[in-house]
């Protein structure tokens, strides 16, 4: 079965700078990865998705993921973090006819 | 467009007490259903899902049951919650046959608190 590890709980970075927020997937086949975000109290908004083609994806709010299936990984990524960026944010793998797999997610803390 | 609609916003029961929280979903026909509950820290558990009406699957055995006795119309009920059962529920929708492409869309969620 498919699985889904977000090695970073919680991460710290400063208003401005650039952020990465790593996602490692396991699934025999190609998968389907999304990226989403949940601010407080609320529930999940889908920020992009990958299932195929261009490794590189774009979403919203200037956020992009780059799969690379040698690792496995689909890590997600933002240039410039704003304030508006601290949220908890779930890597999420889809696989079969009704299997969705959501990572424990990482929160964003952003200083100012 | 889509929408889904998902109340109460919180919710504060005793325990035993009975629980229904209720889900809408508009501007689609036939979708996929979802019941997720959060825990203070944790990811998310699917808890059940369903595809069409009347047809309920669960993931985790528990204090928990679902129904769907309208198309667009997802229940989540107990009849005597315990204190486990605190957390924070989340109704998700998706395109039936091509769920893997479009992903879920999540309502607000629910913040349950058993006391």
């Known amino acids: 079965a498919q699985s889904v590890t977000q090695p970073d709980i919680h991460i710290t970075v400063s208003e401005g700078a650039s952020l990465e927020l790593r996602c490692n997937y396991s699934y025999g086949a190609t998968p389907y990865l999304f990226w989403y975000v949940q601010s407080p109290g609320q529930g999940l908004q889908l920020l992009l998705k990958y299932f195929s083609g261009d490794t590189l994806v774009q979403g919203i709010k200037g956020f992009e993921a780059e799969f690379k299936r040698s690792q496995s990984s689909f890590n997600l990524r933002k240039p410039s973090v704003h304030w508006s960026d601290a949220a908890e944010y779930f890597c999420?793998?889809?696989?079969?006819?009704?299997?969705?797999?959501f990572g424990a997610g990482t929160r964003l803390t952003v200083k100012p | 467009s889509q929408t889904i609609h998902q109340w109460p916003a919180t919710l504060v029961q005793p325990v035993g007490s009975p629980l229904s929280l209720e889900c809408t979903v508009e501007g689609t026909s036939n979708p996929n259903l979802y019941w997720y509950r959060q825990a203070a820290g944790r990811g998310l558990q699917l808890l059940f899902y369903?595809?069409?009406?009347?047809?309920i699957s669960s993931e985790v055995p528990q204090n928990l049951s679902a129904s769907r006795p309208q198309d667009r119309q997802f229940i989540l009920s107990s009849k005597k919650l315990l204190l486990s059962d605190s957390g924070f529920y989340l109704c998700?929708?998706?395109?039936?046959?091509?769920?893997?492409?479009?992903?879920?869309?999540f309502g607000s969620g629910t913040r349950l608190t058993v006391v």
């Open positions: 369903s595809v069409g009406i009347g047809q």
């Open positions: 999420a793998v889809g696989a079969g006819n009704n299997d969705m797999r």
């Open positions: 998700a929708w998706s395109v039936i046959g091509d769920r893997r492409y479009h992903g879920y869309t």
